[in-house]
């Protein structure tokens, strides 16, 4: 029999890594501003650069040949890119399920939308929010709540320490502060 097919332990190792969840599909939590940046851009799309992109290709179009014209070719290329935009967005927004992050303000307990400040093993500490996929934008500290590091802190509560599965073993986390917006109003 060949080495490939030998079971090289029973499972019962201690210093087994923990597995984590597996990732959910189907489903786009967002913050409702998440939600209306993404419907805005969504309907400039349509309703402005669509229709500047096709008056320019359509003016190209009528210059004659179109195998050397530059406008008429960079603006079919254009219109493709924004047609394949405006599918990507319309299939997000189908299935967005917009969440009401203000609801847990003043809680404890780290879910989507909450800002978390934790500190690794060295004592670092690090501010992060928990936001949607589509609305993450890592240069203002937000992460995707499917992220390794959002799905180690979400259901934690302040004083709590998790565990987090990395390259180099398994790093704990403590929750040191869990912030949500204020409701509006």
């Known amino acids: 029999m060949s ?3 030998t079971r090289e332990s029973d499972g019962d190792d201690e210093d087994a890594q923990p597995q984590t969840p597996p990732l959910p599909t189907g489903v786009n939590y967002i913050t ?3 939600y209306n940046r993404l419907r805005a851009e969504l309907l400039g799309l349509i309703d402005d650069e669509r229709p500047r992109i096709v008056e ?3 003016w190209a179009a009528s210059n004659g040949d179109r195998s050397e014209n ?10 493709r890119e924004i047609d394949r935009r405006i599918r990507f967005l319309t299939r997000r927004l189908e299935i967005a399920e917009v969440v009401d992050t ?9 879910f989507f939308g909450a800002t ?13 929010t928990i ?11 937000e992460i995707s709540w499917v992220s390794p590091v ?3 802190l979400l259901k934690a509560r302040v004083g709590d320490v998790v565990r987090l599965v990395v390259p180099g073993g398994v790093q704990e986390l403590e929750v040191l502060t869990v912030s949500y917006p204020a409701p509006a109003g």
């Open 70 to 79: 530059g406008d008429y070719l960079y603006g079919k290329k254009r219109l």
């Open 102 to 110: 203000s609801l847990h303000h003043g809680g404890d307990q780290v």
């Open 56 to 58: 320019i290709v359509h």
């Open 116 to 128: 978390v400040t934790y500190a690794d093993q060295e004592g670092v500490e690090t501010t992060v």
């Open 150 to 152: 959002a799905r180690a």
């Open 3 to 5: 080495k490939a097919f």
């Open 32 to 34: 409702r501003a998440g």
């Open 131 to 141: 936001l949607g996929v589509d609305e993450v934008e890592s240069a203002r500290n």
